[in-house]
């Protein structure tokens, strides 16, 4: 017989993001806290920064998100704790996966063309 873990498995063909979930419920909880922090810090930064350096914060952005997506799944597949009030709320925990994955799907897609920008340079026709 098979196990649990077994039968909610996706079937889905693999992709970038299923690989990008698998690593984050593989990662050490101390490596998805440094990334939410570090993507916050850039979040910051990105107020802050002259234009030229804030093309360097977008990846740490998309980082970001990859820690804060990744520290929700896994409050969301843990036991539920005795306490209620230390859960995060299951429409809640679905809005901020969301939120987290659609920043850092931006904020990735704009390095590559801000990269793309800068190897090409201006092009004149």
């Known amino acids: 017989m098979r196990d649990q873990s077994e039968l909610h498995r996706p079937t889905d063909a693999p992709n970038v993001y299923a690989a990008l979930a698998e690593l984050a419920r593989s990662a050490p909880d101390g490596a998805l806290a440094t990334a939410a922090t570090v993507g916050l810090l850039a979040v910051a930064g990105l107020l802050f920064a002259p234009w030229g350096g ?72």
């Open 54 to 125: 804030r093309a360097l914060l977008l990846p740490l952005v998309a980082v970001g998100a990859f820690g804060l997506w990744g520290i929700v799944e896994r409050d969301r597949g843990s036991p539920a704790p005795t306490d209620s009030a230390t859960r995060i709320g299951t429409p809640v925990a679905t809005a901020v996966q969301w939120l987290a994955v659609a920043l850092g799907t931006a904020a990735a897609v704009l390095a590559a063309l801000v990269l793309l920008g800068e190897l090409f340079g201006t092009v004149i026709s």
